[in-house]
């Protein structure tokens, strides 16, 4: 399981270093999708996955890291630095360069060997295949997936008619939950997670679903992204009052 930490820190190194030269730090969050292919390439010890399972689990992450990375890339690329991390550069002014590297991405890099593990417990294992644990998780994070993509999907639309700037998007997905592309992701994660724990000590792999929706939920996600759309569209608190977090919900019912 080493193997992925240091190819994560590996990676997360050469993005810091090309971070300082671009003073941009956003870069990060487009390699955080691609991370988890690298970190699966050091599970299967740098070739071709031997079983079923591990090209199932190949095949997921692609599927995945490929989509997400296009949709923050094409998001992000063009538009500066996020706002988060131009806050820290301004505060931490000329000690940010090596902070960064702490607070961005090296925490980056333990989070997401963390998070995963589900895939080095099912990329190791060449055991049977298929299971009611391979065929559960593949189909939970199929739902997952599609809830994540299409949730993005609407979002985008929404925000590129000028008619709604400023307006809170709650159509679609949208209507039932506030974050459901979060939603999805969790969701993705806890199928990897399951069909990972079908394999022999793969239920410690549990810990990176339960991670990454703790942070989607408390840390990184809901919390942190609510506290500026309260501040930033007028209609966002009755928009919380009726709809539901994150899981998909009727209204007035959450």
Same mark, same amino acid.
């Given at each position: /399981? %080493? *193997?992925?930490?240091?190819?994560?820190?590996?990676? #997360?190194?050469?993005?810091?270093?090309?971070?300082?030269?671009? $003073?941009?730090?956003?870069?990060?969050? /487009?390699?955080?999708?691609?991370?988890? /292919?690298?970190?699966?390439?050091?599970?299967?010890? #740098?070739?071709?996955?031997?079983?079923?399972?591990?090209?199932?689990?190949?095949?997921?992450? %692609?599927?995945?890291?490929?989509?997400? $990375?296009?949709?923050?890339?094409?998001?992000?690329?063009?538009?500066?630095?996020?706002?988060?991390?131009?806050?820290?550069?301004?505060?931490? !002014?000329?000690?940010?360069?090596?902070?960064?590297?702490?607070?961005?991405?090296?925490?980056?890099?333990?989070?997401?060997?963390?998070?995963?593990?589900?895939?080095?417990?099912?990329?190791?294992?060449? =055991?049977? #295949?298929?299971?009611?644990? *391979?065929?559960? !998780?593949?189909?939970?994070?199929?739902?997952?997936?599609? #809830?994540?993509?299409?949730? *993005?999907?609407?979002?985008?639309?929404?925000?590129?008619?000028?008619?709604?700037?400023?307006?809170?998007?709650?159509?679609?997905?949208?209507?039932?939950?506030?974050?459901?592309?979060?939603?999805?992701?969790?969701?993705? @994660? @806890?199928?990897?997670?399951? %069909?990972?724990?079908?394999?022999?000590?793969?239920? /410690?792999?549990?810990? =990176?679903?339960?991670? %990454?929706?703790?942070?989607?939920?408390?840390?990184?996600?809901?919390?942190?992204?609510?506290?500026?759309?309260?501040?930033?569209?007028?209609?966002?608190?009755?928009?919380? $009052?009726?709809?539901?977090?994150?899981?998909?919900?009727?209204?007035?019912?959450?």
């Amino acid at each position: /399981m %080493i *193997d992925g930490l240091l190819a994560l820190l590996l990676l #997360f190194t050469i993005l810091w270093l090309a971070s300082l030269r671009l $003073a941009n730090a956003s870069i990060v969050d /487009m390699w955080w999708g691609p991370a988890f /292919m690298v970190a699966l390439v050091a599970y299967l010890e #740098f070739s071709p996955p031997a079983h079923p399972r591990a090209w199932l689990v190949l095949g997921a992450t %692609i599927l995945w890291a490929g989509r997400l $990375a296009w949709h923050i890339g094409r998001r992000n690329v063009g538009h500066g630095e996020d706002p988060r991390y131009r806050a820290w550069r301004e505060q931490h !002014g000329s000690t940010w360069w090596w902070r960064s590297y702490v607070q961005v991405f090296l925490l980056q890099a333990v989070v997401a060997w963390i998070v995963s593990w589900p895939l080095y417990f099912a990329a190791r294992d060449p =055991g049977d #295949f298929p299971t009611a644990w *391979d065929v559960i !998780g593949a189909l939970v994070f199929v739902t997952g997936w599609l #809830f994540e993509a299409v949730a *993005d999907r609407q979002l985008a639309g929404f925000k590129r008619d000028p008619a709604n700037r400023g307006r809170v998007m709650d159509r679609g997905l949208w209507r039932y939950s506030r974050h459901p592309n979060y939603f999805g992701e969790s969701v993705l @994660w @806890w199928g990897l997670g399951i %069909i990972g724990a079908g394999t022999p000590g793969g239920v /410690m792999g549990l810990v =990176g679903p339960l991670l %990454i929706t703790w942070l989607l939920l408390r840390v990184s996600g809901v919390t942190m992204l609510e506290r500026s759309l309260v501040q930033s569209k007028p209609g966002y608190e009755a928009y919380i $009052a009726r709809t539901s977090a994150f899981v998909p919900w009727p209204r007035g019912s959450s």
